[in-house]
């Protein structure tokens, strides 16, 4: 027997040392993925040698001869960085995701696949130049490049994804590049959300007059009231509470951004030259959004031409930075270019729906969906006059709308006629700010609020894009669904080009947005009503647009504030009614009273009041919503102070329909607080002093779909405590039913500061690190910095580029 144990502990101890073995030749393995700082390659299309050279924080610094080897370079760094990236959101861009996760992705696949965003991509390379195709074919040449490129004995070819997967990428196509476009744009069109939240509130029975006091508008503008949706077309009731499942994948992909910019001209500034500042808001990943790089184009007997800043992996442009004479920083501007369309089918021929001339029929064709481990699934794609019937599970549609009516989609992104990347594409030519205006006649979406300065002390501001005009009899206004049998409602053309907002050179010497209403009242046409609220924008005009003498460290400042004006006003409300019940803890809300409302990452009171906000919403609203609670659960500062103001009256939002009793507003508030404080004591224990906002509120920079994985998730993910909240101009967006809950999910993924009195002292930082492999020291290198809002410059001239570097790489004509 003892001879038996000691054979069976001598085979364990092997299989134990194997399993070490293995895991550390694995671990060897994908560490060698990792791509070399340095090397040679020769590749077809280029006209002449390009030199590749990576500073200490491994961002590259590219020098051409040509603008395409420059782009051909620049797909080469973008594959060798961030290569699983690019191929996720292509892949998404294509309706198949699930050719690689299996049925996990099918929903949304069948989303994507519907609009018919790739389709659209490819049908727009007809209306491009030769020149831009050329572009855009000179990038596709860099990726393929690297994918295809010869490899070493033990040098793995593909990121660890791929390998981890056993997934092997396609070529690299121009149509990759314009649907990587498209699904931006998808990602900052937010409009389909506000129209899908307003029926799923009228379906559970909630009136107009109910819906302004639950999305109110925080804007002197004045909007026609909101006709009731149920008497325009039938709806019907969710039938309870449906939960929206957790990290669905594409909700990631529809309505997520934001961002601050201004820029302020010389007469304001220390130096007397223009200063702008610039910081995106989107939903954080791993690796972040943008990739860092320098492009030199370097002319015989003449100046070399630079363009620095942030690049989108995937698509050959520097979307937000800065040249030799102009920079150049957007915010969403959050138009309605999207409408629901509610079609009426034939009850005699589904194959037919209703429009004003009477009976037509559907556009419809098969889509074959790939599915890993299921097959090939086969599903009808239907188009009205709209744009394409959008699938009956996305939102819940199917149980939103009565039997026999369908929701389309029509949106300025699906056509096929999109020129939109022609106006990104580096043109050495653009010198200035009216040079920079007159190129955006050629964006189409998504429409963006664009700053501008430049060398000649000009500043200024556009808002390009395809925004269509509506029917003034149409009193919906894009706020919600319509029908789409009513001619009413349908768009009668595009604003023009001239039409579009647009200012140089104010008198005031700066401007600023913040996804605000960005027009005056004396500004004819309508672009929306569903503008951010003004809390970020009121605090720009305190910060920078109402001073003078402002310096890189101004700006520094005002990208890392942190005051809540949302809450500053909300704070003294809440407290007042929690007073008032007698029941709350005075503690406490001493507190709270003697809080500033900064969300500062050190401190306890952000965490508190967040918590407080929660509860509040929730027991607030909860059982008047029914199935259309989940997905409005989130910060709503502006509906409960106008609540507490005492200018939310359509209904007792208070009162819990499910009891017998009236409840007060004081006594939810009281009891929120009490339900928040337990929840914290379970959460982070009992001592209320050693909690913190910032790690509560660490910034979850999410990889997929590795981050989602239990026990590895941490090694892909990129966290780190973060200060901030939804109404801060340094951003931190919380989603109340994720957990954890305080989780920071969105906010500034990337920060610029371009000074016109030495643009090699801009400064630049973005979320986590310039390479998309975890096992690289520059996965998450920015990362602490970033929440910290510090920054990293960015040479230009070869001799200080040169003294601190990782590595040259040398790319040849083939």
Partial sequence: MKRVLHWIGGLAALIVLAAVIAADVAYTVLRSTVPSPSGALAIAGLSAPVEVVRDREAVPHIFAQTTDDLFC??????????????????????????????????????????????????????????????????????????????????????????????????PWRVADSLVTAKMMALNLSTNLNHEMMRLALAAEGL????????????????????PELASLYPLQRQGGRQKHAAHAPVEDFIGGGASNNWVVSGKRTRSGRPLLANDPHLRLTAPSTWYLAHLALERPEAATINVVGATLAGVPLVLLGRTNTLAWGFTN???????????????????????????????????????????????????????????????NLDGLLGPGYVAALQWTALTDDDTTISAGVF???????????????????????????????????????????????????????????????????????????????????????ANARIVGPDYPHHLTYDWETEYRQQRIKELVLDRNGHDVASMRAAQADVLSLGFA??????????????SADPGVLDR????DA???????????????????????????????????FSSRALALTRLLEGRATSRDWCDDRSTPSRETCDDVIAGALKTAMAELDKLYGADLTRWRWGPAHFAAGEHRPFGLVPGIASFFNVEVPSPGDAYTLNRG????????????????????????????????????GQSGNPFSPYYRSFAERWAKVEYIELATSRDVIAKATLGTWNLTPQ
């Fill in 598 to 632: 900064t969300m500062r990452a050190d401190l306890v009171e952000p965490l508190i009041f967040m918590a407080w906000e929660r509860e509040t919403v929730r027991a607030v609203y909860r059982d008047d919503l029914g199935g259309a609670f989940d997905r409005f």
């Fill in 733 to 768: 967006m919380v989603e109340f039913g994720e957990e954890p809950p305080f989780a920071n999910r969105g906010g500034s993924t990337y920060r610029a500061i371009y000074d016109f009195a030495d643009l090699d002292r801009s400064l630049y930082i973005q979320t986590t």
């Fill in 592 to 595: 709270l009273d003697r809080w």
């Fill in 569 to 582: 006003r909300l704070k003294p409300l809440m407290i007042a009614a929690a007073r008032r019940a007698g």
């Fill in 427 to 513: 043109d050495p030519g653009i010198r200035g700010i009216r040079d920079y205006m007159d190129r955006m006649r050629q964006y189409v979406v998504p429409m963006q609020s664009m700053v501008l300065a430049d060398v000649d002390g000009n500043i200024g501001m556009i808002a390009p894009g395809r925004v269509p005009v509506r029917d003034p009899a149409n009193k919906v206004a894009g706020r919600a669904p319509v029908p789409g049998w009513d001619a009413t409602f349908d768009w009668k053309g595009y604003l023009r080009f001239e039409d579009l907002p647009r200012v140089e050179n104010p008198p005031a010497g700066a401007i600023g947005t």
């Fill in 333 to 395: 501007t959050g138009p309605d270019v999207q409408d629901v369309f509610i079609e009426k089918i034939n009850p005699d021929d589904p194959k037919l729906y209703l429009a004003p001339d009477g009976w037509r029929p559907f556009v419809t064709e098969p889509m074959a969906i790939t599915v890993k481990g299921a097959g090939v699934r086969t599903l009808e794609r239907r188009r009205t006059r709209h744009g394409p019937v959008l699938p009956g599970s996305y939102r």
């Fill in 73 to 170: 370079a620049l797909g080469f760094l973008h594959a060798q960085e961030r290569l699983w990236q690019m191929e996720l959101t292509r892949r998404a861009g294509q309706g198949r995701l699930s050719e690689i996760f299996g049925d996990r992705t099918f929903s949304t696949d069948v989303f994507l696949r519907t609009l018919d965003l790739y389709g659209h991509a490819e049908r727009s390379q007809a209306v491009l130049s030769p020149a831009i195709l050329k572009s855009l074919e000179a990038y596709a040449r860099g990726v393929n490049a690297f994918i295809d490129r010869k490899t070493g004995l033990l040098e793995p070819r593909l990121p660890p994804e791929f390998l981890l997967l056993r997934h092997e990428p396609e």
């Fill in 207 to 226: 009136t107009s007059a109910e819906i302004e006091d639950l999305l109110p508008r925080d804007t002197t503008e004045a909007a026609p009231p909101l």
